[in-house]
């Protein structure tokens, strides 16, 4: 539930381009080939009439059905897109993230920095404006010793900008 939030709230390409190889119809509307369209994935995201007024905040409970019934249309949630042109890394990326997650966490408490100032840059891929600002600190310190010592310091804590 925290990461499809996550990826709803931050897809990974805030908009791709689709073209129409033939004519079709399309919710009623004829649509000649060739027409090059835009989806605009970051604004389908936080639109208010798919995810309800607090589609800007958090809330990985909307996902607690799964991703199909997290908003008003079942196809609203497409950080990977949907059809035959969806993203192909999605599965490894998925998994990717999943096993990067449980493995730091194990070893690693994050918080936001209290420098910390909510800038996302939107290009072709989404990413922190400023860096990921968070201050790390390892959960077994005291059984690292000097090795933590030399990394982080005697607080165990690592301050920085990750990019």
């Known amino acids: ?37 835009v989806i605009p994935i970051l604004a389908i995201h936080y639109d208010k009439e798919l995810w309800g007024d607090n589609a800007a905040e958090f809330d990985p409970s909307r996902f607690a059905e799964g991703a199909s019934k997290s908003s008003r ?16 890394g999605m599965n490894f990326a998925l998994l990717e ?9 194990q070893k690693f ?14 290009t072709l891929t989404m990413k922190p404006g400023k860096g990921a600002q968070v201050e790390v600190k390892r959960e077994d310190c005291e059984a690292q010793g000097n090795i933590i010592e030399n990394l982080f310091g005697k607080s165990g804590f690592l301050v920085g900008v990750i990019e």
Do not use: Q, W
């Open 1 to 37: 539930m925290i990461v499809n939030e996550t990826l709803r709230l931050y897809p990974p390409a805030p908009l791709v381009v689709r073209e129409a190889k033939k004519d079709i119809r399309l919710e009623g509307v004829d649509i000649p080939g060739g027409t090059t369209f």
């Open 73 to 88: 249309h079942p196809k609203a949630f497409m950080p990977f897109t949907h059809g035959p042109r969806m993203c192909l």
């Open 97 to 105: 993230i999943r096993l990067v997650l449980a493995t730091i966490l």
């Open 109 to 122: 408490t994050f918080v936001t920095s209290p420098i910390y100032k909510h800038d996302p840059l939107y």
